[in-house]
């Protein structure tokens, strides 16, 4: 639920895309079970999910961080901070916005990243470095760094 809500950026559609997923994994999970990784897996049908969301007309609707309305930001200066990553972040395209949360949050290499996105090492290397540049035009490198520090990214 977690890593579905880095990559929604809203806990809702997290809950949707993740229960979504863990209804498609009950009914295979006898061959899903037998896997030697079936959690790698499980992330694999999660992400697979979250990229597949803007060519579903049902998930349209639905409003993802870059377009949700901006709520009173939080008395502490590390959660609005947070926030705005976070908001930042969903305006990055799913790939790219996908690649730093594989990346920073999961702590995953390039390889595997690569695996899960179904491309090479270099395009998951393209795609962080034209996300990290989008970040740091948007934000302060002062306040991203500190966040960092504070997320343990």
Do not use: H
């Not at 993802?64 to 008395?75: I, V």
């Not at 901070?81 to 969903?90: C, F, S, Y």
Request: hydrophobic fraction near 40%; aromatic fraction near 8%; charge should be positive.
């Amino acid at each position: 639920l977690r890593f579905a809500g880095v990559l929604a950026g809203d806990r809702a559609a997290a809950e949707d895309l993740v229960q979504e997923v863990l209804t498609r994994a009950y009914t295979r999970w006898d061959r899903i079970g037998g896997l030697d990784r079936p959690e790698f897996y499980v992330r694999k049908m999660i992400l697979n999910e979250f990229l597949s969301w803007r060519r579903r007309s049902s998930r349209q609707a639905r409003r993802m961080p870059a377009e949700r309305a901006s709520s009173t930001p939080d008395p502490a200066q590390v959660y609005s901070e947070r926030e705005a990553l976070l908001t930042e972040l969903g305006k990055l395209p799913r790939r790219q916005r996908a690649v730093l949360v594989l990346r920073y949050y999961e702590d995953r290499g390039d390889a595997e990243i690569a695996e899960l996105l179904g491309c090479s090492p270099g395009t998951v290397r393209g795609y962080a470095s034209r996300a990290l540049a989008a970040l740091r035009v948007e934000m302060d490198p002062r306040s991203v760094a500190r966040t960092a520090r504070i997320e343990g990214t």
